[in-house]
């Protein structure tokens, strides 16, 4: 028990030390912006664009002869060329980490886009009722 007692102490002292250390901290700008993978989703995954705009109350504009899919949220909008990885984002051209597809008369986005629109993956998963393909 003593000995134990003394390691626990020592380590706590240790703790109060580095906490008491300010560390400089710098940010890589090829971090920017920071995109997670989320367990469950490959970055293939696509989902139906229209269904998850209208069910996350986001505004969604398919212009086919454009050929490109507007969303709208909370803010932000997204220009995405069906056919094409293009993304725009509040004007700067992003990565949409797979193409946006039309298929059977719907257009499915890459579902990465969400996280340019700031949707979390919980939002986007309990949307569209769905789990992510790898964890069904």
């Known amino acids: 028990g003593g000995l134990k007692m ?8 240790m703790r109060e030390e580095e906490a008491d250390r ?12 920071f995109v997670l993978y ?8 696509q989902v139906p664009a229209a269904e ?4 996350l109350g986001a505004g ?12 709208t949220y909370r ?7 069906v056919g094409t990885e293009e993304l725009v984002v509040d004007g700067a051209e992003e990565m949409t980490f797979g ?9 499915y986005l890459n579902w990465k886009v969400c996280d340019y629109l700031e949707i979390p993956c919980q939002s986007m998963t309990y949307a569209l009722r769905i789990m992510p393909p790898g964890l069904k």
């Open 6 to 13: 003394e390691r626990m102490e020592e380590y706590q002292r």
């Open 22 to 33: 300010p560390v400089p901290a710098e940010l890589d700008e090829s971090l920017r912006p």
């Open 38 to 45: 989320y367990p469950g989703w490959s970055a293939d995954d």
């Open 52 to 55: 998850l705009c209208s069910r």
């Open 60 to 71: 969604c504009h398919w212009d086919r002869e454009a050929g490109t899919v507007t969303i």
């Open 75 to 81: 803010g932000h909008t997204a220009v995405l060329t």
């Open 99 to 107: 193409p946006t597809v039309e298929r059977d008369g719907q257009v």
